[in-house]
């Protein structure tokens, strides 16, 4: 069956580092997002990618960037992790535009010390 | 700019009874509806959808009906069970396939 993962499902760093975190999707979809979930806030688009080597920032793109080599993977890097970065990451994948549904990846839980 | 927003949580449910989620948006255009359902420790999954006015979403005992006179999309089922506890939201779907999500509401079923 068709997924999307996401590793590691924990990580604890120290404010500076950089970190990766890694989104891969066997859906074979063009489309795939980053999303940042807090308390209060729902989820927040970071950045996006309609197909490879498209890359586009969301509504809280700040401190993060990311880069699409192939269809199947989106990988986020944080260049200098903040203790406000700290947060439940999602990874979302998409075939097509408006109607479709957006499939998530089971969340990675950061936290910067 | 688009939003979404959702009666805040939790929400506190005795088994079998009525539940009603509140959703409203603003947006241009004719957006998609959904609402996204996450269970503790997991990640979202997609719950219902509704992509025009007076279309209505269910899945699994849950409805909604996209209102466009009054820009909601109201999650409601007519017996809740212990295993609907969970985190709902509401998205909307307009410009290039992005969601936009409500803050969530926990819901929480006592037998």
């Known amino acids: 069956d068709a997924e999307i993962t996401q590793s590691p499902r924990h990580k604890i760093t120290e404010t500076g580092r950089q970190v990766t975190l890694a989104c891969h999707q066997t859906w074979n979809h063009n489309n795939m997002f980053w999303y940042r979930q807090d308390l209060g806030h729902g989820l927040r688009l970071i950045h996006y990618?309609?197909?490879?080597?498209?890359?586009n920032k969301g509504e809280v793109s700040d401190g993060y960037s990311v880069s699409r080599s192939n269809t199947e993977d989106l990988p986020l890097t944080l260049e200098s992790a903040a203790s406000s970065q700290t947060s439940v990451y999602f990874c979302a994948s998409s075939e097509s535009f408006q109607q479709d549904t957006q499939y998530f990846g089971p969340g990675t839980r950061l936290t910067v010390l | 700019g688009d939003s979404v927003t959702q009666m805040e949580g939790p929400v506190t449910l005795s088994e079998e009874a009525c539940l009603t989620i509140n959703c409203t948006y603003t947006a241009t255009g004719y957006p998609s509806l959904f609402w996204y359902v996450q269970y503790p420790g997991e990640g979202l999954q997609l719950l219902l959808k509704?992509?025009?006015?007076?279309d209505k979403g269910s899945n699994k005992g849950f409805e909604a009906t996209y209102r466009k006179e009054t820009t909601s999309f109201h999650l409601e089922k007519g017996s809740v069970q212990v295993s609907d506890s969970a985190v709902y939201f509401c998205a909307l779907n307009n410009q290039g396939g992005k969601l936009i999500f409500g803050q969530g509401t926990e819901l929480s079923v006592k037998p």
């Open positions: 509704a992509t025009k006015a007076d």
């Open positions: 990618s309609y197909g490879v080597h498209d890359t």
